[in-house]
């Protein structure tokens, strides 16, 4: 984290695509999560900028879900969840007393790991959230459900059959739909938990685009197995390790020349 | 050796437990056809269209069960109406609000036993409750009351498993959306548990229309000349005109072939009330 601050002061050089670093939009401070006795999340704290991709990466069970499931609230369903320390976006810490949830839920969307398309409609499934908002006018949510389709690669697969239910769909066309569906309410935020592992090389191109449009307005947190796509979608990388954020830092440095030795393992592979 | 033999036995034993156990089932099956064998022979002359719509006359030695049969019908009628809302209410507190503590533990196992608790001790508390203490008198009111308790914790049950079958998935997409609880509730648990709720519903019914106990105390009449047009009047049923035909009619013996009517009547109504309701819940699962 302090490495970034240095060497783009040293560098004099902003990344023109990142969104300035002093423009902090998730940050945390010394964040702590718990499930029960087990301590998923240990001392977090790092900033992620604003229209910017920030992609985490690190082996399975290290904590990437949990944390990104820290930001919208979502752990707050997990009987026995915990949280302690401070997860700020716009400056608000999220956890003080008193924080509207549902508000913030509206600002921060989410893709889930697992395609969880609702068992209705594919248009019901993506005015969902604008309905919410109390958006009822009929051309209006028509506009929103094809754009949002469009955005998502879907729009050319289903814009004949609209009315046909979600779940009814393929597994990566479910995960385009929710794509789809947490884009309609335009956050400011976007989680995006592992959102092509399912899909073929086309619609993961398709989406990398779009995950590369949306930055212009949105803040992205993407979780991704595939390095590969870490490298070409992100401008900052979280390297967590077993609850641990391990390094932090501009994209181009963790996978050219990271700071910790275990990061540059596990990008190579050659980490257990 | 030992281990073939030992393996025989366990095989045979498996052999002679099936066995046992499909003779009860077999058993108990064959009762069950007998009983309705036996009413429906006997039964079966006396339907006709008259038979259903003419009220019973002559001291309720001739004519048909129109006023106990639309009885029944309003009595369960009134009944779901109370049910319903307040079964499906507190399934939902179950399911979506109620934190599992020691008070909603509680209050779980309080529901599960009042199912067990026999249908004469609902009609005692009915009596007291709503005919005595609320003066509502003896009534359709006070007896519909009653029949809703009796089949209030088979619809607290049945509309909390329904909304606790919605998978999790759709709950988190819709509060990562913004949703408020209310309205995942509406937009998305219960529409998803509609279907399961109606089959609680409809076995709900089949309870209720073949009772006699709670209603004897709380407002099911002897005899009434026509239909009770308030729910304040007392109101004929069909189990209970069963009960009266056999057991306290002018003739019992004359009357005969009119009360197996009637219960072949009964039977049919609740015999396919729950086999819809059974037949519900299957095609769901
Ligand atoms: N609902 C839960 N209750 C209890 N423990 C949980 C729960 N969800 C996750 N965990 C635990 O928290 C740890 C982190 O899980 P998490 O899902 O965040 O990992 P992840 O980094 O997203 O892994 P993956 O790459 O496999 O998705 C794991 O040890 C997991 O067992
Ligand atoms: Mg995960």
Redesign the interface.
Known sequence: MTNIAVSSVITGREDRDAGTEKDVHIGTRGLDLYYGEAHVLKSVSFDMYRSSVTAFIGPSGCGKSSFIRCV?R?ND?I?GARVTGELLVDGDDIYAPGTDV??L??RV??V?Q?P?????SIYDNIA??PR??GVTDKDQLDDIVRRSLEWAALWEEVQDKLGSSGTGLSGGQQQRL?IA??IA?EPEILLMDEPTSALDPLSTARIEELIRDLKKDFTVVIVTHNMQQAARISDYTAFFLMGELIEYGKTSKIFTAPDEARTGDYITGRFG | MMSRFSLQTRRSKDRAATLLLYCAALLLCAGVFFALYFVASRGWQVISWEFITEPPRDGMTAGGIWTPLVGTLQLTFLSMMATIPVGVATGLYFSEYAS?NAFTRILRLAIRSLAGVPSVVFGLFGLSLFVVLLGFGSSMLSASLTLACLALPLMITASEQAFMAV?K????????????RW?TIC??VF??AASTVVTGIILSVGRVAGETAPIIFTGAAFYTPGLARSIFEEVMALPYHIYVLATAGVNIEQTRPIQYGAILVLVVLVLSVSSLGIWMRRRRL
């Open positions: 919208n979502m369903f009987a549902i508000a839920r509206r969307g989410m889930f697992k969880n398309p609702f068992p209705m969902y959230g919410l908002f929710c569906r947490a309410t | 599992d998978p998935e759709y709950r988190d997409a819709s509060y990562a959306l913004g949703a408020t309205q937009k998305v529409p998803s």
